[in-house]
């Protein structure tokens, strides 16, 4: 039980004893008033069937009290003044007492079932009202001697200091009960004030006839009964009226709002205020019944179900079907049961809420499709767009960022196992996705396989932990129907550093950042704008590349490529390397890109080869027959001349042509498949050598492989590096080495950062190695001298038939 309730209960306990204390002081006036009245019997002797028809009419004013009643306002009318005045003509007080307190008391307690103590207040009150009438008659005028006239006046104002007494006496129990007693009587006397010299002189009209001549008693009654009926129908027709404009003002307010929240909140305000219920609830479902809206309105205190009008159920429906239901409890006093009209009313309302209703759902669905992808049931571009745009207009967190997340083989995976099946990655994707994600974080899928999430972190490296969590996850299989399906992500994030930056922008940025981790294979990147085409420094690069090729201001440096098994020095891969005049050291996948974007990358190809080729070539007049390895990019293998420059190079240089390998990644190979097999196939005529690069991360099928004319797989480092931790990856690693030696390749592992990889490689019969845990990528000058000390430290432990210098492998 709460305070409140203690309080409210002992003030009702209070209330109660006070109320009786008021009933006792009633009686007692009643009692002395009649006592002690001057009032000399009745003016006009009325006989018994008087009394009974005085009894008849308060039973009948009582049972039909009229009620008006408007939002909070409500008026009673009682024509109980009629009776009065034809006991104060033809009855004596103890008679008209006798008349009132048993015939009331009789349809009250019929009709509302009040409490024993409320009928005693109920009693004394009709009881006093008389004599305190009857006192006043007897003072104003003698009763028994007096003209028509006169006793016309005194029943007037007899009866009308009923209407008063009334008044106050109510006011007076209702102060009982903690209500101011002046405010209740103002509030009383709103209506007594119109309705009590209405119906006094109602009264005294009805009452005069039969005090000419008792036979003209019909014609006061026809009298009564005719204002009655017009009041009836003027009270319904009024009250009609303001149902229709109730009913317009709700459509019209609840109306004003497309939010089904709103509407809701309104619409239950407005129909329990409409309906005078003090409480009441409105839900509103889905078509599956899943409650999507709920409003409630005070706290229920009577019990009761609809049968007996204690409360209404509504339920709101269209054609369509069922929206909900509205609940209305508690109706307002005077009276504590809802009647027909209320339903119907109530009715009406819920008729025009079902309609306001559908079109706020429909309004809902549309905006929800419009802004939401139907597979996953995630944001789609544009409402992912809306809630990042409003995001980065607040003040957020430190660190804020859009990623775009891609999945890698997702097509194949689609063209695999089926569209059916992909559809369920995408669900299943997404939500392992937003497993990851916090409440606050944003998910969206924009169609295809591509997913885009904005979140907001305490710093940048929150954020980078969190994508490289999402990278990591994906790597899991999802199980699917009955396929395990495993999906790799590449991912792009963009921070927002500057304010002015848009979703729009952001995205863009991430996608260039997603393509840079595809192209390298590392998961995810984070966007930097030398990746960015679009921006000014970027076309700043370009020029300075130019500039750089055409004075040949690139270098190139060679890593070592060793026989793992013994050691040996077989040759080495070309890497370009540009030493920016203000930038310093440019990674050369950055250039590299700009290169191909902008046409150069021929150029470009064609001065590494120059610079390689005439490299080996004073290798081998310093003795060391060498091999040197050259990577092309996929725009060279599109060029059909480019077996025509390899051999040109070759001759400049005066180096056979098996000495130069030409590494091509796996996904290189796919650009443009007619056309790169026929520049491969020229090469392989050529008698270059071919090596697979970067092996293991892109899509080769065993029959294309077996197709290529390639000499050299080369496992990529991914799978290298992480060779004695990562178990999956040393069965990757193994069955690598195993494939390319089913098919005739030698097998080089690159990035051996450590002896003891180095040393499982030759365990799992891996051919060649090279690695920073050989030899980092070197100068010329310092790749000549560190050949010099190796070359020494092999021919020191050599044994005496080895070679004079170590050869490529045959
Ligand atoms: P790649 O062909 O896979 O080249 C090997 C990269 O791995 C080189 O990076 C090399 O420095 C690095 N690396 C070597 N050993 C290790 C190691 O033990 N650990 C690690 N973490 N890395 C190692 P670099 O020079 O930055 O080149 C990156 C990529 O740029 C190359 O990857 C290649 O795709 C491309 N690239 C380099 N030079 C050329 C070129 O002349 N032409 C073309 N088209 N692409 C080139
Ligand atoms: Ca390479
Ligand atoms: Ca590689």
């Not at 509205?326 to 008729?351: I, N, Q, T, V």
């Not at 540009?578 to 700009?594: A, E, M, N, Q, Y």
């Amino acid at each position: 039980m709460t305070s409140e309730e203690t309080t409210s209960a002992d003030l009702a306990g209070h209330g109660v004893s006070r109320v009786g204390a008021l009933t006792v002081a009633l009686v007692a006036l009643t009692v002395a008033l009649v006592v002690w009245s001057p009032h000399r019997g009745p003016p006009l002797d009325g006989s018994w069937w008087m009394a009974v028809l005085v009894g008849g009419g308060y039973a009948a004013t009582e049972r039909y009290v009229f009620h008006i009643e408007q939002r909070d306002n409500a008026m009673t009318f009682s024509i109980s003044e009629v009776p009065t005045a034809f006991a104060l003509a033809f009855l004596g007080p103890i008679a008209a007492i006798a008349a009132r307190v048993v015939a009331s008391l009789a349809v009250i307690g019929w009709t509302e079932r009040p409490t024993a103590y409320k009928q005693a207040f109920n009693g004394a009150l009709f009881a006093a009202e008389l004599a305190v009438a009857y006192a006043l008659l007897g003072w104003i005028v003698d009763t028994r001697d007096a003209d028509e006239i006169r006793l016309v006046i005194g029943i007037l104002v007899a009866t009308l200091a009923t209407v008063v007494v009334g008044a106050v006496v109510v006011s007076a129990a209702i102060a009982c009960f903690g209500h101011g007693f002046v405010e209740t009587l103002a509030e009383e006397s709103r209506t007594t004030l119109v309705s009590g010299p209405i119906v006094t002189i109602v009264a005294a009209l009805s009452v005069t006839p039969s005090m000419l001549d008792v036979r003209l008693l019909p014609l006061g009654i026809a009298a009564v009964a005719a204002i009655w009926m017009l009041l009836m129908l003027y009270g319904r027709l009024s009250q009609r009226h303001r149902d229709l404009r109730a009913i317009h003002d709700f459509t019209r307010s609840i109306g004003r709002s497309l939010l089904v929240d709103e509407i809701v909140t309104n619409a239950l305000a407005s129909t329990s205020s409409e309906l005078r219920a003090m409480s009441g609830s409105l839900v509103v479902v889905d078509e599956t019944g899943a409650v999507i809206a709920e409003a409630h309105h005070g706290r229920r205190v009577r019990d009761g179900d609809d049968d007996g009008m204690r409360a209404m159920h509504i339920p709101i429906r269209d054609v369509v079907g069922e929206l909900g239901e509205l609940r209305l409890h508690d109706r307002r006093p005077p009276l504590d049961r809802f009647d027909a009209d209320d339903r119907h009313r109530a009715e009406l309302l819920a008729d025009r809420l079902a309609t306001t209703l559908r079109n706020a759902m429909l309004h809902a669905d549309l905006e929800h499709a419009a802004l939401h992808d139907p597979l996953t049931g995630e944001l789609n571009r544009r409402g992912f767009d809306a809630r990042v745009d409003a995001d980065l207009a607040d003040e957020g967190r430190a660190a804020r960022a859009v990623v775009i997340l891609d999945l890698d083989r997702f097509k194949e995976i689609n063209d695999t196992f089926g569209h059916h099946v992909g559809d369920e990655v995408l669900v299943e994707f997404a939500r392992r996705v937003r497993q990851l994600l916090g409440p606050d974080d944003v998910l969206a899928r924009f169609g295809g396989d591509e997913f885009a999430i904005y979140v907001g972190r305490e710093s940048e490296r929150d954020v980078r932990v969190l994508v490289e969590g999402i990278v990591s996850r994906s790597h899991q299989a999802l199980h699917i129907e009955h396929y395990d399906v495993v999906v790799a992500v590449s991912a792009g994030v963009s921070f927002a550093s500057a304010h002015d930056l848009r979703s729009e922008q952001l995205l863009r940025r991430a996608d260039i950042a997603m393509y840079a981790a595809k192209r390298t294979h590392v998961g995810y990147e984070t966007y930097r704008w030398e990746m960015d085409r679009r921006t000014p420094e970027r076309l700043e690069l370009l020029g300075e590349l130019r500039d750089a090729l055409d004075s040949e201001a690139l270098e190139v440096h060679f890593q070592p490529k060793v026989d793992i098994a013994s050691g040996m020095v077989v040759g080495a891969e070309a890497l370009v390397r540009w030493d920016h005049p203000t930038r310093g050291w440019i990674s050369p996948p950055d250039f590299i890109l700009v290169a191909e974007e902008s046409g150069l990358i021929r150029q470009l190809t064609d001065q590494v080869l120059r610079m390689s080729l005439r490299t080996a070539a004073a290798w081998r007049r310093a003795g060391h027959d060498l091999g040197v390895a050259v990577n092309l990019s996929a725009l060279d293998l599109v060029d059909d001349r480019l077996a025509l420059r390899v051999a040109g190079h070759l001759a400049d240089a005066d180096l056979p042509a098996d000495r130069l390998t030409l590494e091509v990644t796996e996904s290189s190979l796919l650009v443009d498949t007619p056309r790169t097999m026929a520049t491969v196939e020229q090469l392989g005529e050529l008698g270059v050598k071919l090596s697979l690069d970067d092996f293991g991360t892109g899509y080769s099928s065993l029959s294309y492989l077996r197709r290529l004319p390639a000499h050299e797989l080369k496992v990529d480092r991914s799978f290298v590096s992480t060779l004695l931790v990562d178990h999956q990856d040393e069965v990757i690693v193994r069955s690598t080495i195993d494939l390319g030696h089913h098919l005739g390749m030698e097998v080089v592992a690159e990035g051996i950062e450590d002896v003891s990889t180095a040393e499982r490689l030759r365990e799992l019969g891996c051919d060649l190695g090279q690695g920073y845990g050989i030899a980092r990528p070197m100068h010329p000058d310092g790749f000549a001298a560190w050949l010099e000390s190796t070359h020494r430290s092999i021919r020191a432990t050599a044994v005496a038939d080895a070679p004079t210098a170590p050869v490529s492998g045959a």
